[in-house]
T-cell receptor, first 111, second 114 residues
Framework: TQLLEQSPQFLSIQEGENLTVYCNSSSVFSSLQWYRQEPGEGPVLLVTVVTGGEVKKLKRLTFQFGDARKDSSLHITAAQPGDTGLYLCAGDVQGAQKLVFGQGTRLTINP | DTAVSQTPKYLVTQMGNDKSIKCEQNLGHDTMYWYKQDSKKFLKIMFSYNNKELIINETVPNRFSPKSPDKAHLNLHINSLELGDSAVYFC?????????????FGPGTRLTVL
């Protein structure tokens, strides 16, 4: 059983479209991080959200932490081919002393 | 300057062999980690060390033994390799021991067991 469920697992869209990736759990997180991983490389942190209901923007990417701190979403506006990659959410489970990762969303933006 | 480096990048070996992967970070971080990423891209923590002390040991077979000679290095030795050990292994580091801290990942070591 996955502690963090990401959806969709695969997403292929055309350049210029908008998309949303979801990260859901029944557990409460102290914080939640989003990472992006390119082929042949390690994940790189995009953002950390800490407060329930928090919204953070990174250029065309908008991250939201659920009010109950159990879920998060990543919205990309006007997707570009450079946005292609594996997006991973990772939750800091209260008291567990570790990050738990979702299974990732593999995003492909076609020119 | 590479922040978190791993060697080797690729490792191909036969079942039953013993192999090691080395990791070094030059960020001055206190905490280092080993993760395993399987073929479905699921990233799972194996071990974490804080200032050379073992903090997390997830239910990993005891064929896997991490060693931290100093806080800048965390190596992973694997005995009696099995087919199921094939995966990409990532080393990571963070400034403190707080799991909310940003983790900096190395480029990964792709292990293939034949």
């Amino acid at each position: 059983t996955q502690l963090l469920e990401q959806s969709p697992q695969f997403l292929s869209i055309q350049e210029g479209e908008n998309l949303t990736v979801y990260c859901n759990s029944s557990s409460v997180f102290s914080s939640l991080q989003w990472y992006r991983q390119e082929p042949g490389e390690g994940p790189v942190l995009l953002v950390t959200v800490v407060t329930g209901g928090e919204v953070k923007k990174l250029k065309r990417l908008t991250f939201q932490f659920g009010d109950a701190r159990k879920d998060s979403s990543l919205h990309i506006t006007a997707a570009q081919p450079g946005d292609t990659g594996l997006y991973l959410c990772a939750g800091d489970v209260q008291g567990a002393q570790k990050l738990v990762f979702g299974q990732g969303t593999r995003l492909t933006i076609n020119p | 300057d590479t922040a978190v480096s791993q060697t080797p990048k690729y490792l191909v070996t036969q079942m039953g062999n013993d192999k090691s992967i080395k990791c070094e970070q030059n960020l001055g971080h206190d905490t280092m980690y080993w993760y395993k990423q399987d073929s479905k891209k699921f990233l799972k923590i194996m071990f974490s060390y804080n200032n050379k002390e073992l903090i997390i040991n997830e239910t990993v077979p005891n064929r896997f033994s991490p060693k931290s000679p100093d806080k800048a290095h965390l190596n992973l030795h694997i005995n009696s390799l099995e087919l199921g050990d094939s995966a990409v292994y990532f080393c990571a580091s963070s400034l403190g021991g707080g799991t909310g801290d940003e983790q900096f990942f190395g480029p990964g070591t792709r292990l293939t067991v034949l």
